[in-house]
């Protein structure tokens, strides 16, 4: 199994944090140098052990990277990849974790250009309803199905290399076509948390909502937990795959 030197983290959240926790613990990264919007969200991230170094710019977190790993909102992935594009090297794999996929598989086509072929895309099904690089597991990965969604032009040696990578973490790999997979997330995923999230609004909007709510029994809490979601995240979810949903 491929080792890597140097993986580059953008985004240092609950499930950057727990996949770079994971391939540390499992010996398969030797450095890693983590980037976020927020320097406090980075600085916790080193406190934490997730990652070695705090880069004050994706630019700077990717030089020199052999594995870049983009844990961002999927409406983020155009915008990043055209900022590090030119430090992708002919061997470097990269990967993302969004919860779409035909979207960002246009977003890296559209900018990699011919560094296409090292982006695997990638979608670990898990997760929590609480957020921040302060809830990361390194076992939050262990037992979870993966989806990669490689394309055509998609270099066999990233995509063993990826394939390899999640199982090292002790993920279930499996394969299908972007589009396939935007279909079956928005029935088993997507559409379930939109659901929950419209019907705890709409019980807050009432006038006697809380007094409702106190008293929701276990099956209730079942139902709606998801609605505890990151509100942001999953609107550009909903949009990215807003056909599919519909």
């Avoid at 974790?97 to 898990?126: E, M, Q, W, Y």
């Avoid at 939109?194 to 099956?219: C, V």
């Avoid at 998801?226 to 795959?241: K, L, Q, T, V």
């Amino acid at each position: 199994m491929k080792k890597f030197e140097h993986m580059a983290l953008i985004g240092c959240g609950l499930m950057g944090g727990s996949f770079a926790l994971a391939a540390k613990k499992a010996g398969l990264v030797k450095r890693i140098v983590g980037y976020s919007k927020s320097p406090s969200t980075t600085s916790r991230a080193r406190q934490m052990g997730a990652i070695d170094e705090e880069a004050s710019s994706a630019l700077i977190a990717v030089s020199g990277a052999d594995l870049v790993v983009l844990a961002i909102p999927v409406a983020s992935t155009e915008p990043t990849l055209r900022t590090i594009k030119h430090l992708i090297q002919p061997d470097t794999l990269v990967m993302d974790v969004g919860s779409t996929k035909v979207d960002v598989v246009n977003a890296a086509r559209s900018t990699l250009k011919d560094r296409f072929g090292c982006f695997v895309p990638a979608h670990p099904i898990t997760g929590k309803e609480v957020s921040g690089v302060e809830h990361a597991d390194a076992t939050l990965y262990k037992d979870a199905q993966v989806v990669l969604t490689p394309t055509e032009l998609t270099k066999v040696a990233q995509l063993r290399n990826a394939e390899a990578l999640w199982r090292g973490i002790g993920a279930h790999v499996t394969s299908m076509s972007p589009e396939m997979h935007d279909t079956a997330l928005a029935a088993s995923s997507h559409a379930p948390h939109l659901i929950a999230m419209a019907f705890m609004n709409a019980i807050l909007a009432q006038e006697d909502g809380h007094r409702i709510l106190s008293l929701a029994g276990p099956g209730f809490r079942d139902f709606t937990r998801i609605a505890a979601g990151e509100p942001n995240m999953w609107r550009d979810i909903f949009m990215a795959n807003r056909n599919e949903v519909l």
